[in-house]
């Protein structure tokens, strides 16, 4: 009996069919990106949320990740300095034009303003809540913010007030930039399904145009 069980539960190697090999994608875009090639890596501990390069020599990385904003050098990859003083977690970091300032901001309602070296030049004190996006008017001598209480900011840096408060989401305003050369208009996105189109030379710094989204 076990010898005719035996038989039965011969093992039989199953015949490997070979699929037909896919046709490799050369189209002339392909060739282009497969053209580079990874020259430098860094890792974080935690969530890189921002990276910005300065636009002027010799173009610093600054790169925001769970509590600090980490400034590389461009060609060494080796880090510089770094801001830690985003205890609740750090958001966005952004070089000015002339790569004279750096602006950052986290989960903690507070602007940060500091040069490239990391040394503290302002602190922009105004919304309630988490800002999520920050950078520099195309004037230089103003600040852009937006966040969780609903609004977006204008500030300006001389004096760290708050000149413009702009209304109208009613959700989370987690997107936002300036017009590259226009420092009257800005863009937020918002939770609310929308992005808006301000312009604060209008009387109340109304919304002017509204963008409508399917998601948030």
Request: hydrophobic residues 35%.
């Amino acid at each position: 009996f076990f010898s005719d069980f035996h038989c039965i539960m011969d093992f039989r190697p199953l015949e490997v069919k070979a699929l037909p090999q896919r046709a490799l994608d050369t189209t002339p875009e392909n060739q282009y990106w497969d053209s580079f090639q990874l020259v430098g890596s860094k890792s974080h501990f935690g969530q890189v949320k921002c990276i910005d390069i300065c636009p002027t020599a010799p173009h610093q990385i600054a790169v925001s990740s769970l509590d600090q904003v980490t400034v590389y050098d461009s060609i060494t990859y080796n880090k510089l300095t770094a801001e830690t003083h985003f205890k609740e977690g750090v958001n966005t970091c952004r070089f000015r034009s002339d790569g004279g300032l750096m602006v950052g901001s986290g989960n903690h309602p507070v602007i940060r303003v500091w040069s490239p070296n990391i040394r503290l030049v302002r602190e922009l004190r105004g919304h309630a809540s988490a800002i999520h996006q920050t950078a520099f008017l195309a004037n230089k001598i103003h600040v852009f913010s937006t966040s969780d209480d609903m609004t977006a900011k204008i500030w300006e840096l001389a004096t760290q007030t708050c000149i413009t408060t702009l209304k109208g989401h009613v959700d989370y305003v987690r997107a936002g930039a300036p017009h590259p050369t226009n420092f009257n208009l800005v863009a937020t996105g918002s939770y609310d399904k929308s992005v808006k189109l301000w312009d604060t030379r209008v009387d109340g710094h109304r919304c002017v145009l509204e963008l409508p989204h399917p998601t948030p």
